[in-house]
């Protein structure tokens, strides 16, 4: 298995130009997370979702941030406009089923805003 | 909701010592906490997990222990080497059922 997908890699964009982040989790996983780490905050769970359906977008910063799910194997991130301080690493992970379990992570976007 | 706090932030040994990373929890109902690596520019990845009906599991070089009572849980890793050089991420499972509460991260240096 490849594991779980994310794209592009790095993105570096200007302050107030969209950006869309891509990821593809593991076939037959069906919780998804997106994630964003900083050195200030650590690791914070921005969105959920389960079976393609978001659960909890509690941890989304702003109304500038927003996921969907449109199929089990895709997932994207968008913040527009984007901001210097959304500058950090993205990750998406999955897992098979809620609860505990391990999570995969996919290997980060780094978003640049300048 | 819940709160996990992490100590050291920073730990250095010498190779073969011993490394102990300590968690604290504040949420009763956890009962899943996962210990993650991330090395430098890279994923993070599971390195060993523990439930709460269990005190102490271990694989090879990594244990983990846990005190429900304490609402504290330790990772420890003997005969290190360089290769452990990274940062850990403590966890805890919240009452969610799905949201992990990560600790802040432990930054282990393993020098020769």
């Known amino acids: 298995d490849a594991g779980v997908i994310q794209s592009p890699r790095h993105e570096v964009t200007e302050m107030g130009q969209e950006v869309t982040l891509r990821c593809k989790p593991i076939?037959?996983?069906?919780?998804l997370f997106w994630y964003r780490q900083t050195m200030m905050r650590g690791l914070e769970l921005l969105i959920y979702f389960n079976n393609n359906v978001p659960i909890d977008d509690s941890g989304m910063p702003e109304d500038r941030f927003s996921a969907k799910m449109p199929n089990a194997s895709f997932s994207t991130l968008k913040i527009q406009p984007s901001e210097p301080r959304d500058s950090a690493v993205y990750f998406c992970a999955s897992k098979s089923g809620a609860g505990s379990g391990e999570q995969y992570f996919g290997p980060g976007t780094r978003l640049t805003v300048t | 909701g819940e709160n996990v706090e992490q100590h050291p932030s920073t730990l250095s040994v010498q190779e073969g010592d011993s490394a102990v990373i300590k968690c604290t929890y504040s949420?009763?109902?956890?009962?899943?906490f996962p210990w993650y690596k991330q090395e430098l520019g890279k994923r993070p990845q599971l390195i060993i997990d523990?439930?709460?009906?269990?005190g102490e599991k271990k694989d090879q070089r990594i244990a983990v222990t846990l005190n429900k009572t304490a609402k504290h849980f330790s990772l420890h890793i003997t005969e290190t080497q360089p290769e452990d050089s990274a940062v850990y991420f403590c966890?805890?499972?919240?009452?969610?059922?799905?949201?992990?509460?990560f600790g802040k991260g432990t930054s282990l240096l393993v020098t020769p």
């Open positions: 966890a805890a499972l919240g009452d969610s059922g799905y949201a992990l509460n």
């Open positions: 949420d009763s109902a956890s009962n899943y």
């Open positions: 523990i439930r709460s009906n269990v």
């Open positions: 076939s037959g996983h069906n919780s």
